[in-house]
């Protein structure tokens, strides 16, 4: 029988996953599909009993229901757990719902492919206090970074994220702004990533030359914050290397199978215009 996969989430038909899962599938001979589904907020129980009935082997989860799906599932991973929030299901053996989160991961799994992986001593700055910094900021916890701040424009979220995590100081945006030389490794989490220069969190002046920037958006493929970063000389990783690698863990989860995220990350760069 035939296996199928999907990504729910509203809006939709923005996502490349269907087009990554099915160049997969091609090249590793999976006879599957894969089927963006748009499902409203008031839909999403519905839809989850839909796609037991109709025999999805498991689907990906984006916004807004990352957090919402959770009492929907049977089962969650530990590290979907501690983040409190889903972007993979797996339909189990005996027909139950198992919620992972790849998403810290495949940040992290991206950065130490741009940078190496000696780097867990240096002093990095997650910028936001969102699901995507906390995700990203467990991740980077459980890899060895410990050496971490946790920069937000309300400083209780930031506080937050790091009781929760065990490590590293919360501060404010404008006090990252200007401690900026003190950092490494910037990870941009928040939606500045998607607008214009003058949203960003705060000015790069003070940024090191040889430090490492990284934003979580791979569309545009560089932010005005990356942009912003080349200028004063730092080292850039775009948001294409996290988005590719998290689906490969989900692949992984479904098909215990590791796919070719060389391939499909050269495959974005390009359509998004730029190189790796």
Do not use: C
Not at 120 to 141: E, H, N, T, W
Not at 195 to 211: C, I, Q, W
Not at 225 to 252: D, N
């Amino acid at each position: 029988m035939k296996k199928w996969f999907a990504v729910i989430g509203d809006p939709i038909k923005h996502s490349k996953s269907p087009e990554m899962h099915h160049f997969w599938y091609e090249d590793m001979g999976e006879d599957a599909a894969y089927v963006p589904i748009h499902v409203a907020p008031e839909q999403l129980g519905q839809a989850v009993q839909s796609m037991k009935l109709l025999g999805t082997s498991g689907w990906n989860v984006t916004i807004p229901h990352k957090e919402t799906i959770i009492p929907y599932l049977d089962e969650l991973d530990e590290q979907a757990k501690k983040m409190g929030a889903v972007n993979t299901v797996v339909r189990q053996a005996d027909g139950t719902l198992k919620g992972y989160n790849t998403d810290g991961l495949g940040f992290v799994r991206s950065l130490e492919e741009a940078i190496g992986s000696k780097q867990k001593a240096d002093r990095v700055l997650v910028i936001g206090a969102g699901g995507a910094a906390r995700g990203i900021a467990f991740a980077l916890q459980a890899s060895g970074y410990t050496n971490m701040t946790v920069a937000n424009r309300t400083v209780e979220k930031a506080e937050a994220i790091v009781s929760e995590i065990g490590t590293g100081d919360a501060i404010s945006l404008q006090q990252a702004g200007e401690r900026l030389a003190d950092y490494d490794i910037l990870v941009q989490t928040t939606s500045a990533g998607l607008n214009d220069a003058f949203s960003m969190p705060f000015p790069l002046t003070n940024l090191k030359a040889d430090a490492i920037v990284a934003d979580i958006v791979y569309n545009p493929l560089i932010t005005p914050f990356l942009a912003a970063a080349q200028q004063q000389g730092a080292r850039i990783v775009t948001g294409v290397g996290m988005f590719v690698h998290q689906g490969a863990i989900a692949y992984e989860h479904w098909l215990q199978k590791t796919p070719n995220t060389n391939a499909m990350i050269a495959r974005l760069m390009e359509q998004l215009g730029g190189t790796k």
